[in-house]
C-alpha cells in the first residue's frame, strides 16, 4: 500500500507538470529527446524536493510552515502568470512575423527553474500527509513521485511536440494560455475554493 499510494500521489501531483510540459512542447516542437529528459528532470527534482522540505518543517517549524501555507497558491499563480503572459506575448508577435524568430527562442534554464518551483510548490503540503513517515519511508515516497513526474513529463512534452508541429506561431500563445490556466487554477484550488467551501459550511 505505501508503494501504491506514493505512486498515486506521484500523478496527481504530476498533473501540473504535465499540462506545462506540453506547454513546452509546443513551443519547441524540435525538441530532442536529451532535452526532453533535462526537462522532466528539472520538475521531477523539484517534485522530490518539496514533499522532503515540507517533511521537515512539519517535524522541526511546523508553525511557521503552517503560516506560510497560504503564500502558496499566490507564489504559484504569480510565477505562472509571469511566464504564460511572457510567453502568449512573444506567440503574438511571433504569429505577425512570417520567420516567427521569438517563437524559436530556447526556454532557459531560468525559465524551467521558475517553472520547476511553481508546478511543485504545492507539493509541500504534501508533508502534513507524509508526517507519519519515517525520513527513509519520506525519502522514497518522494523519490517514486519524482520518477512518476518525470515518465508523465516526457508523456506531455511528447504530445505537446506533436501538436505544436502543426500549429507552427500559435503554439506559443496557446502554450502561454494554458500556463495561465494552471496559474490560475492553482490559485483556485488553494485559497479561493476552501474560502468557498467554509463560508457555505
Same mark, same amino acid.
Given at each position: 500500500m505505501?508503494?501504491?499510494?506514493?505512486?498515486?500521489?506521484?500523478?496527481?501531483?504530476?498533473?501540473?507538470?504535465?499540462?506545462?510540459?506540453?506547454?513546452?512542447?509546443?513551443?519547441?516542437?524540435?525538441?530532442?529527446?536529451?532535452r526532453?529528459?533535462f526537462i522532466?528532470f528539472?520538475y521531477g527534482f523539484f517534485?522530490?524536493?518539496?514533499?522532503m522540505v515540507?517533511?521537515?518543517?512539519?517535524?522541526t517549524?511546523?508553525?511557521?510552515?503552517?503560516?506560510?501555507?497560504?503564500?502558496?497558491?499566490w507564489?504559484? =499563480?504569480?510565477?505562472?502568470?509571469? /511566464?504564460g !503572459?511572457?510567453?502568449?506575448?512573444?506567440? *503574438?508577435?511571433g504569429d505577425?512575423?512570417? $520567420? @516567427?524568430?521569438?517563437?524559436?527562442?530556447?526556454?532557459?534554464?531560468?525559465i524551467?527553474?521558475?517553472q520547476?518551483?511553481?508546478?511543485?510548490?504545492?507539493?509541500?503540503?504534501?508533508?502534513f500527509t507524509?508526517?507519519e513517515?519515517?525520513?527513509v519511508m519520506?525519502?522514497?515516497?518522494?523519490?517514486?513521485?519524482a520518477?512518476?513526474?518525470h515518465?508523465?513529463?516526457?508523456?506531455?512534452?511528447?504530445?505537446?511536440k506533436?501538436?505544436g508541429?502543426? =500549429?507552427?506561431n500559435?503554439?506559443? /500563445?496557446? !502554450?502561454?494560455v494554458i500556463?495561465?490556466l *494552471?496559474g490560475?487554477e492553482?490559485?483556485a $484550488? @488553494?485559497?479561493l475554493?476552501p474560502?468557498?467551501q467554509?463560508?457555505?459550511s
Amino acid at each position: 500500500m505505501f508503494f501504491v499510494n506514493s505512486v498515486l500521489l506521484g500523478i496527481g501531483l504530476a498533473i501540473d507538470a504535465f499540462s506545462v510540459s506540453m506547454a513546452n512542447g509546443l513551443r519547441e516542437p524540435n525538441m530532442k529527446v536529451s532535452r526532453m529528459n533535462f526537462i522532466a528532470f528539472i520538475y521531477g527534482f523539484f517534485q522530490f524536493a518539496m514533499p522532503m522540505v515540507g517533511w521537515i518543517c512539519v517535524h522541526t517549524v511546523l508553525d511557521y510552515f503552517t503560516a506560510f501555507q497560504k503564500f502558496i497558491p499566490w507564489i504559484a =499563480l504569480i510565477l505562472l502568470l509571469y /511566464i504564460g !503572459g511572457k510567453m502568449l506575448i512573444e506567440g *503574438i508577435k511571433g504569429d505577425g512575423d512570417d $520567420k @516567427g524568430a521569438d517563437n524559436d527562442k530556447p526556454l532557459t534554464l531560468k525559465i524551467l527553474l521558475v517553472q520547476g518551483i511553481a508546478t511543485a510548490i504545492d507539493a509541500l503540503s504534501v508533508g502534513f500527509t507524509i508526517a507519519e513517515y519515517n525520513w527513509v519511508m519520506a525519502l522514497v515516497c518522494s523519490l517514486i513521485i519524482a520518477i512518476m513526474t518525470h515518465i508523465i513529463c516526457i508523456v506531455g512534452l511528447v504530445i505537446g511536440k506533436k501538436v505544436g508541429t502543426k =500549429l507552427s506561431n500559435k503554439a506559443a /500563445i496557446l !502554450g502561454g494560455v494554458i500556463l495561465i490556466l *494552471i496559474g490560475i487554477e492553482i490559485w483556485a $484550488k @488553494g485559497f479561493l475554493i476552501p474560502i468557498i467551501q467554509k463560508r457555505l459550511s
